[in-house]
C-alpha cells in the first residue's frame, strides 16, 4: 500500500503497481494493440541505436533514481537499467546505492508490461540475475504527480508527452532530463501515403522554449535513417504509433507500400536549473 502524508492511500495490485488515475481524465493511453505493435517492432533491433544513445547519455551520470515517463513497453527503460547495472557492476559503485526506477505511464497495460520484463541481467550471461527495484504507476503526467520532490536523478521521456513544472519538482537539484522526439522528417514516406500523423514542424524548438523556465539544454544528438522493413515491420511501426488511435485498431492496418522509410528523432539532454 502507497500513503501519502495528507492520508490518502492506494493500494498496489497483485501486478505490482497503484494506479491513480481519478477517472475524470479523458485521455487514453497507448491500448494492449498498439503495445504489441510496438514490442514487434523494436524487438526486432530498429532502435537500439536510439536505445544505446539514450543510455549512454543516462549512464553518464551514474544515477540511481530513474523515472520514465511514458514508459510503453519499457524498452529503453531496460536499456538504461541494464546499461547502468553493467557499469555499476564494473566499477563496484552498485554496492553503495541501490538502483530504483519508477515506470509510469497513463495506460495500465503499459506500466504491467514494463514491470513484468523489468528483471535485467548482469554480464557475463549465466551469473546471478540482478533486478534494479522497479515499481509500476499508472498516472496522468497532466496531473500533479505523485512522486516525492528531487525523488529522481533521471527523468526518461521517449515519444511521450512532459509536465515541465511537475519533471522541474520531481528531479534532484542537478537532474537530468532525457527526452526523445521526433524530427519532421520521422515518418515522411508513410505521412505522404496517409498512414501517420505530421510532427510538429518546430517540435524541438518549441521543446527547448517549454523548458527553458527550469531547464538548461546541455546536449543534443540527431539520429535519422532510412530503413528499409518488411511489410509486417511497416504494420507494426504504423500499428504503434498515435496514427493508430486515428483509424481504428492496428491489426487492421494493411502492410503497405513503401517499405523504406525515414526515422528520424532528436536525443535532447536537459540539466534541472533553479531552485
Ligand atoms: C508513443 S508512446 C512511447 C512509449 C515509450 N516511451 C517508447 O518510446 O517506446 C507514448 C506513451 O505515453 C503514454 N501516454 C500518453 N499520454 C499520457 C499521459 N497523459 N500521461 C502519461 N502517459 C501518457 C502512452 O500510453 C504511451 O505508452
Redesign the pocket.
Known amino acids: 500500500m502507497l500513503g501519502c502524508d495528507a492520508g490518502h492511500r492506494f493500494d498496489v495490485n497483485r501486478r505490482g503497481y497503484a494506479s491513480l488515475l481519478s477517472g475524470s481524465t479523458k ?1 487514453i ?2 491500448s494492449a494493440a498498439m503495445l504489441d505493435a ?1 514490442d514487434a517492432f ?1 524487438e526486432k533491433g530498429w532502435y537500439t541505436e536510439l536505445r544505446d544513445a539514450l543510455s549512454r547519455l543516462v549512464g553518464a551520470g551514474r544515477p540511481r533514481r530513474v523515472v520514465d ?5 519499457g ?2 527503460l531496460r536499456g538504461v537499467l541494464s546499461a547502468l547495472e553493467q557499469a555499476g557492476t564494473a566499477d563496484g559503485s552498485s554496492a553503495e546505492a541501490e538502483l530504483r526506477a519508477l515506470a ?4 495500465p497495460v ?1 506500466v504491467a508490461r514494463t514491470l513484468r520484463t523489468a528483471t535485467i541481467r548482469a554480464e557475463p550471461a549465466g551469473s546471478d540475475s540482478v533486478a534494479a527495484d522497479t515499481a509500476g504507476l499508472v ?4 496531473s500533479p504527480l505523485p512522486i516525492r520532490d528531487a525523488a529522481a536523478d533521471v527523468i526518461i521521456n ?4 512532459r509536465n515541465a513544472t511537475e519533471f522541474h519538482r520531481i528531479l534532484s537539484p542537478d537532474g537530468l532530463l532525457a527526452v526523445v522526439v521526433p524530427h519532421p522528417t520521422h515518418l515522411q514516406e508513410l505521412r505522404a501515403a496517409g498512414l501517420a500523423l505530421d510532427v510538429h514542424a518546430n517540435k524541438v524548438d518549441g521543446l527547448i522554449d517549454s523548458l527553458s523556465g527550469g531547464f538548461r539544454l546541455e546536449s543534443a544528438d540527431d539520429i535519422s535513417r532510412v530503413l528499409s522493413l518488411s511489410p509486417t515491420d511497416v504494420g507494426a511501426l504504423i500499428g504503434m ?2 496514427s493508430s488511435h486515428h483509424s481504428g485498431s492496428p491489426a487492421s492496418v494493411a502492410a503497405p507500400a513503401p517499405t523504406d522509410v525515414t526515422v528520424a528523432f532528436s536525443l535532447l539532454g536537459f540539466r534541472r536549473t533553479g531552485a
Not at 509510469?104 to 495506460?107: G, Q, T
Not at 498516472?139 to 497532466?142: G, K, L, P, S, T
Open positions: 485521455l493511453g497507448d510496438r523494436l515517463i511514458g514508459c510503453g513497453t524498452y529503453y509510469v505511464d497513463l495506460s503499459a498516472a496522468d503526467v497532466w521517449v515519444f511521450a508527452p504509433g498515435p
